[in-house]
């Protein structure tokens, strides 16, 4: 519409009227933030390059966000130097499973009234701290890590975090592909295969795959079974996560306003439920300001999002696809 292309053209003249200078001192800052080093001149300009584009889309959705029109904000994250291509191939290694091979979770019928309206699973101590797989494709264990390390609360009363690293080297004989992408449902056949998980303090995080060496000396979870929810049903999953605890899910991640998204409720409307790539941890669910909300850990560390979390919009036809896995 006339209207949204005045904003966009506005935008970009206050982007470009930036001064140099005062571009230049916050791509210094950016890079000082977040550590950024680069091997040579042609990488750092091009680096330069992405991160301004980046900070247009950024300063772009969230005047609009300002306006009224979306409900979240955007960031100059630790991503803002990288394509949403790059992103996408680099991080979001989640790989979808078939369905059929699954037994599908049947909840026993209970009363609506007996599910909670509202759930934050970290308020029960069942959530470990957010992590940053780096630049491996290892979402999928740290889902399913996240979701083990609930139950295991459960069962025992104390929050161990487990460890992906375990995961990431020893389960290819499963079907994983380490920092390549894997499946959440082949990590659990992993652990019940191998009678456990090490935990994340014997088997420490790598940022790359290397030999399996697990030990059992470290074991500090297991699990005997999983199952499969029923796709794109919202109101089974409010009850698994309500009832159970944290349950790992995928989603699409492969759209830029959420690689740099900041805060608010995620509701892109772009979101194809179809295409999902990348593995999360469901640790609740609430309402805010009359908008129905899942909590979602990420593993992207704590500079992404709200302090690691996502609030994605819940109840709206499955947006961007969760498709989930829980234990039980
Ligand atoms: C600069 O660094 C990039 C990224 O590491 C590399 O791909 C490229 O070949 C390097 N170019 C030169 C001229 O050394
Ligand atoms: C589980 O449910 C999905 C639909 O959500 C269905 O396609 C699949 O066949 C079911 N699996 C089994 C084993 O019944």
Same mark, same amino acid.
């Given at each position: 519409?006339?209207? /949204?292309?005045?904003?966009?053209?506005?935008?970009?003249?206050?982007?470009?009227?930036?001064?140099?200078?005062?571009?230049?001192?916050?791509?210094?800052?950016?890079?000082?933030?977040?550590?950024?080093?680069?091997?040579?001149?042609?990488? %750092?300009?091009?680096?330069?390059?992405?991160?301004?584009?980046?900070?247009?889309?950024?300063?772009?959705?969230?005047?609009?966000? /300002?306006?009224? @029109?979306?409900?979240?904000?955007?960031?100059?994250?630790?991503?803002?130097?990288?394509?949403?291509?790059?992103?996408?191939?680099?991080?979001?290694?989640?790989?979808?499973?078939?369905?059929?091979?699954?037994?599908?979770?049947?909840?026993?019928?209970?009363?609506?009234?007996?599910?909670?309206?509202?759930?934050?699973?970290?308020?029960?101590?069942?959530?470990?701290?957010?992590?940053?797989?780096?630049?491996?494709?290892?979402?999928?264990?740290?889902?399913?890590?996240?979701?083990?390390?609930?139950?295991?609360?459960?069962?025992?009363?104390?929050?161990?975090?487990? /460890?992906?690293?375990?995961?990431?080297?020893?389960?290819?004989?499963?079907?994983?592909?380490?920092?390549?992408?894997?499946?959440? %449902?082949?990590?659990?056949?992993?652990?019940?295969?191998?009678?456990?998980?090490?935990?994340?303090?014997?088997?420490?995080?790598?940022?790359?795959?290397?030999?399996? @060496?697990?030990?059992?000396?470290?074991?500090? !979870?297991?699990? /005997? !079974?999983?199952?499969?929810?029923? @796709?794109?049903?919202?109101?089974?999953?409010?009850?698994?996560?309500?009832?159970?605890?944290?349950?790992?899910?995928?989603?699409?991640?492969?759209?830029?306003?959420?690689?740099?998204?900041?805060?608010?409720?995620?509701?892109?409307?772009?979101?194809?439920?179809?295409?999902?790539?990348?593995?999360?941890?469901?640790?609740?669910?609430?309402?805010?300001?009359?908008?129905?909300?899942?909590?979602?850990?990420?593993?992207?560390?704590?500079?992404?999002?709200?302090?690691?979390?996502?609030?994605?919009? @819940?109840?709206?036809?499955?947006?961007?696809?969760?498709?989930?896995?829980?234990?039980?």
């Amino acid at each position: 519409s006339m209207h /949204s292309v005045c904003v966009v053209l506005l935008f970009t003249r206050g982007v470009l009227g930036q001064s140099s200078s005062a571009l230049n001192e916050q791509w210094e800052e950016w890079k000082v933030k977040y550590q950024k080093v680069y091997n040579n001149q042609s990488e %750092s300009l091009y680096r330069r390059e992405v991160w301004e584009k980046n900070l247009q889309l950024v300063l772009r959705h969230n005047q609009e966000a /300002s306006a009224g @029109r979306h409900t979240f904000t955007m960031g100059l994250n630790h991503l803002a130097d990288m394509t949403a291509e790059e992103v996408n191939e680099k991080l979001n290694g989640f790989k979808m499973e078939d369905p059929n091979h699954f037994r599908n979770w049947t909840s026993k019928q209970v009363s609506d009234a007996s599910i909670p309206s509202s759930v934050d699973w970290r308020q029960k101590g069942m959530v470990s701290p957010v992590q940053n797989q780096g630049f491996c494709g290892s979402c999928w264990a740290f889902s399913a890590v996240g979701a083990l390390e609930g139950q295991m609360k459960k069962k025992t009363g104390s929050l161990v975090p487990l /460890s992906p690293q375990n995961l990431v080297d020893c389960s290819t004989n499963d079907g994983n592909h380490g920092c390549r992408g894997g499946y959440i %449902s082949k990590a659990f056949t992993y652990i019940i295969r191998n009678g456990g998980i090490d935990s994340a303090h014997f088997y420490p995080y790598e940022y790359r795959q290397g030999k399996c @060496r697990y030990s059992s000396k470290g074991k500090a !979870g297991y699990c /005997s !079974g999983f199952k499969v929810l029923p @796709r794109g049903d919202e109101k089974t999953l409010q009850q698994a996560v309500g009832t159970v605890g944290p349950v790992a899910a995928a989603i699409n991640a492969m759209l830029p306003s959420f690689h740099h998204y900041r805060g608010g409720l995620y509701n892109a409307p772009g979101c194809n439920p179809r295409l999902i790539n990348h593995a999360v941890l469901i640790v609740g669910y609430g309402t805010d300001r009359g908008e129905d909300f899942w909590l979602v850990k990420n593993s992207w560390g704590t500079a992404w999002g709200e302090a690691g979390y996502l609030r994605l919009a @819940r109840n709206k036809n499955n947006l961007c696809g969760l498709y989930t896995v829980m234990i039980v």
